[in-house]
């Protein structure tokens, strides 16, 4: 069983779309999160959440939301697409905050 | 905020040699130190992590080293394989657990 699951694997659209992503995970962790990882590879905080409280990174466009329908989800919406918002995005999770995170396989987002 | 800074970018050694990554830190109130592997197409997976209170941690051919005074840590890699080919993450986390510092990532090839 795969401990942190997203899909799709690969998400190919157009300028101005709106899209989403899900994630799953199976480990029974409180807190999920959003991960955004460049051409050059640097891995960027998007949002960590858990039952109580949603930390958002102050430079995501609010274009950028999360849904949590229950604590094993944490979807990722995206409005209104742009160019530089091509890159591979990543769900996670942990027990505590920012302790021991499990990555999913990603999910490339390619917007032409 | 914290700054981890991750040195080299890039590293080659032959297979059976040692490899070496270095990461500094800025925020001496940090107290966590992971370390991640991804390999390509794979989200990144954490193969040690180190608390404050310990100087030096190993598994098997892996080890990191933790210098507070200096705030800089190390991966060690010893009789590395070609399957230890990789990008390598380091990271920190500070006390109050809501932040999560990424250093910028080691490209490691290991030649057969």
């Known amino acids: 069983d795969t401990a942190v699951s997203q899909t799709p694997k690969y998400l190919v659209t157009q300028m101005g779309n709106d899209k989403s992503i899900k994630c799953e995970q199976n480990l029974g962790h409180d807190t999920m999160y959003w991960y955004k990882q460049d051409s050059k590879k640097f891995l960027k905080i998007m949002f960590s959440y858990n039952n109580k409280e949603l930390i958002i990174n102050e430079t995501v466009p609010n274009r950028f939301s999360p849904k949590s329908p229950d604590k094993a989800h944490l979807n990722l919406h995206i409005n209104s697409l742009e160019l530089g918002d091509s890159a591979v995005y990543f769900c996670a999770s942990s027990p505590d905050y920012y302790e021991k995170l499990f990555f999913g396989s990603g999910t490339q987002l390619s917007v032409l | ?112």
Do not use: M
Not at chain 2, 52 to 60: A, L, R, T, W
């Open chain 2, 1 to 112: 905020g914290e700054n981890v800074e991750q040195h080299p970018s890039t590293l080659s050694v032959q297979e059976g040699d040692s490899a070496v990554i270095k990461c500094t830190y800025s925020d001496s109130a940090s107290n966590y130190f992971p370390w991640y592997k991804q390999e390509l197409g794979k989200g990144p997976q954490l193969i040690i992590d180190i608390r404050s209170n310990v100087g030096e941690k190993k598994d098997q051919r892996i080890a990191v080293t933790l210098n507070k005074t200096a705030k800089h840590f190390s991966l060690h890699i010893t009789e590395t394989q070609p399957e230890d080919s990789a990008v390598y993450f380091c990271a920190a986390s500070g006390n109050t657990g809501n932040q999560f510092y990424f250093g910028t990532g080691t490209s490691l090839t290991v030649i057969p």
